[in-house]
């Protein structure tokens, strides 16, 4: 019995904004409810409403630059930067700059659409 799971094809999850998510490890790749990890691309201009999701969400930054609100404090992170925002805590991510953000994301538990908890617009 192996004792990894090597990942080759990750899950791509439909968007409809222009975002390219990759699922390596999670719900929807491996069906992995203790964490998920996903390489994206938001592309300039992108946006997610604000949520409060019940899990930690872990972000490193690859290239470009993403924007947080946090709580209402806007942070701003730069390629080569992380940041960990504890779960039950109102954030809206966003790329309004005017080229791709290429990041890692790492929830813990796993990324659920159900447990994410966006506002409605």
């Avoid at 039950?88 to 538990?109: H, K, L, M």
Wanted: proline share 8%; with cysteine.
């Amino acid at each position: 019995m192996k004792k990894y799971t090597l990942q080759k094809s990750p899950f791509i999850v439909p968007t409809t904004d222009g975002k390219l998510i990759e699922e390596h490890h999670g719900l929807a790749s491996t069906h992995n409810p203790a964490i998920s990890i996903a390489h994206m691309i938001a592309p300039p201009g992108w946006s997610e409403p604000f949520q409060t999701p019940e899990f930690e969400e872990y972000t490193y930054i690859i290239r470009g630059k993403k924007q947080f609100i946090i709580e209402g404090e806007t942070i701003l992170l730069e390629a080569g930067q992380s940041i960990r925002i504890e779960k039950n805590t109102r954030v809206q991510y966003s790329n309004p700059f005017g080229e791709p953000c290429e990041y890692i994301a790492i929830c813990n538990p796993a990324f659920d659409f159900t447990k994410v908890h966006r506002e409605e617009s």
